[in-house]
């Protein structure tokens, strides 16, 4: 059964510090991998999407990397903004076997950027 | 920018009656999904929908559980005899295709009394 581990739990950085978060999976047979945010008492707001293929993907001031052997994954955020403070969510889905793509959930990264 | 829709934003229901949570997914999406997420605790995969029927379900849908996609942009999830424990924030996510981002709406707050 897959397991995925966030750490830390939680984290508070100064304005503009660069910052990584990291995700670790326990089954390396993984379809594609899914960063996310959430807000407090909002839903999921999608960052990037690693394939099983890729290494790395970008979008802006966020870097996401993924080593499929070791059970890694890691969120770069470069430059952090206080309106970068929210919930950041792992998440990896299986090799496909049906019509579907379930995502399997990490507990989380709270992040709180200071002024 | 599309996004998905989910109502209502908070529903509270006693214990063993029926509740029915609503989604309206991105239009051009296939594939639909329902999660949920107990308060504290990882967010947790229901089910999957592609082509108007169950790709996968997790061992929490169980009977009492359903999903139907009635017309060409709704997705429901229906709990026919709600427990406590179903006490949650339900999340409906959608995709264009199955190896693309899933896209989540904002959830239901659903608190069984």
């Known amino acids: 059964k897959q397991e995925v581990t966030q750490i830390p739990a939680a984290l508070s950085v100064p304005e503009g510090e660069n910052l990584v978060l990291n995700c670790s999976f326990t089954?390396?047979?993984?379809?594609?991998l899914q960063w996310f945010r959430q807000d407090p008492g909002k839903g999921l707001t999608s960052l990037l999407l690693i394939q099983s293929s890729q290494r790395e993907q970008t979008s802006g001031r966020l870097n996401a990397s993924l080593d499929k052997s070791s059970g890694r994954s890691t969120l770069y955020i470069a430059a952090s903004q206080p309106g970068d403070s929210a919930t950041y969510l792992c998440?990896?889905?299986?090799?496909?076997?049906?019509?579907?793509?379930?995502?399997?959930f990490g507990t989380g990264t709270q992040l709180k950027v200071e002024l | 920018e599309p996004e998905v829709t989910q109502t209502p934003s908070h529903q509270v229901t006693q214990m063993g009656q029926e509740v029915i949570l609503r989604c309206v997914p991105i239009?051009?999406?296939?594939?639909f999904y329902w999660y949920r997420q107990i308060l504290g605790q990882k967010v947790e995969f229901l089910v999957s929908?592609?082509?108007?029927?169950?790709?996968?379900k997790s061992e929490i849908f169980d009977d009492q559980f359903s999903v139907e996609r009635p017309d060409g942009s709704n997705f429901t999830l229906k709990i026919r005899s709600t427990k406590l424990e179903d006490s949650a924030m339900y999340f409906c996510a959608s995709s264009e295709q199955v190896n693309q981002p899933q896209h989540f709406g904002d959830g239901t707050r659903l608190s069984i009394l």
């Open positions: 998440a990896v889905s299986p090799i496909l076997t049906g019509g579907g793509n379930k995502l399997t």
């Open positions: 089954d390396s047979a993984i379809y594609n």
């Open positions: 239009s051009n999406h296939l594939y």
């Open positions: 929908f592609y082509n108007n029927e169950i790709s996968e």
